[in-house]
């Protein structure tokens, strides 16, 4: 047999019997499997939301948590007494604001140090970013508005008062003792959420009815 076919044929058994190997080798591996964590906070959508908290928001800018959302739409006031001047008052800062939550979407206006109640958190506008310096005006894209957004440890409402005519969501709330013909309207009424979020006595036709009428004393 000629020499250089045998040259030829020894390369090929050895390729094939390497790519063989390979092949072999190849399928007896593994490949690593990555986890994704049951807690990852990743929405269906693949929205990433953040958890409860404190969280600073920027004009226009959105922050999604799990059941809520709130977006900072404008600036309404900026009435902070400047560093280096002495003011009367000490002033605040108000900006309006778009919430998302289990009742649907509102946009109120929301003053610093204050809070806005939904279903099931509460909303703080805490803080906001820069202080106001003489002679030093802050651009729109400059300020940075810091929020607490909690979840209510309370979820339902509670009838309180010392004639049970106060409907809240805390329990035991009390208040002075007198008597008056109207609160007689409360002892059928409903004390439930209400639209605003709130909790309150549903306005059916009879309890306007008994509290324009209310039973006599």
Known sequence: MDKKLVI?????????????????????????????????PILDDGTQFH??????????????????????ISLEEDSRCPTGVECIQAGTVRVKIEIVSGLGTSTPIIGLGKSITTEAEVI??????????????????????????????????????????????????????????????????TCEKQVSGKCGWTETPAFKACLLNPPSL
């Open 124 to 189: 703080t506008f805490t803080a906001t970013t820069p202080y106001p310096a003489r002679d030093v005006s802050i651009v729109p894209n400059e300020y940075q508005f810091i929020f607490t957004v909690t979840k209510r440890t309370a979820l339902g409402c509670f009838i309180g008062g010392c004639s049970s005519q106060i409907c809240s969501d805390q329990p035991d709330v009390v208040s002075s003792c007198e008597y008056r013909s109207e609160y007689a309207c409360y002892q059928k009424a």
């Open 51 to 72: 958890s409860y908290g404190a969280v600073t928001i920027r004009l226009g800018e959105q922050i999604v948590f799990k059941d809520l959302s709130v977006k900072v």
């Open 8 to 40: 030829l044929i020894s390369i090929a058994v050895v390729a094939v019997t390497i790519f063989v190997g390979l092949v072999w080798y190849g399928g007896q591996k593994t490949l690593p499997i990555t986890e994704i964590p049951l807690d990852s």
